[in-house]
Nanobody, 114 residues
Framework: QVQLVESGGGSVQPGGSLRLSCSAS????????MGWYRQAPGKERELVATISRGGTTNYADSGKGRFTIARDNTKNTVYLQMNALKPEDTAVYYC????????WGKGTLVTVSS
């Protein structure tokens, strides 16, 4: 059973930064793809960023130039560095990992407000 645990969410003012962490219960290199998704109130869950086993990254247009996904294989952790945050970034952020099937964490709330 794969477990993903997110952390690092919180409240921040517009223009601020946060770094989210996703700790996996197994070697992150065992997953085909890991990524971050988010779900704002009243909206569907959407892709934020992904990183493949080979290290290829992919970003939604909303986060390009502001968000960076990275991986620390020694810590079995994937990060999402978020800079220049906007109120519209407010959402619950979920970690996802694909290995045969899709696994999800329980999410961490990010609130961007003045």
């Amino acid at each position: 059973q794969v477990q993903l645990v997110e952390s690092g969410g919180g409240s921040v003012q517009p223009g601020g930064s946060l770094r989210l962490s996703c700790s996996a219960s197994r070697n992150v290199l065992s997953f085909n793809i890991m990524g971050w998704y988010r779900q704002a109130p009243g909206k569907e869950r959407e892709l934020v960023a992904t990183i493949s086993r080979g290290g290829t990254t992919n970003y939604a247009d909303s986060g390009k130039g502001r968000f960076t996904i990275a991986r620390d294989n020694t810590k079995n952790t994937v990060y999402l560095q978020m800079n220049a945050l906007k109120p519209e970034d407010t959402a619950v952020y979920y970690c996802n990992a694909i290995y045969g099937t899709s696994y999800w964490g329980k999410g961490t709330l990010v609130t961007v407000s003045s």
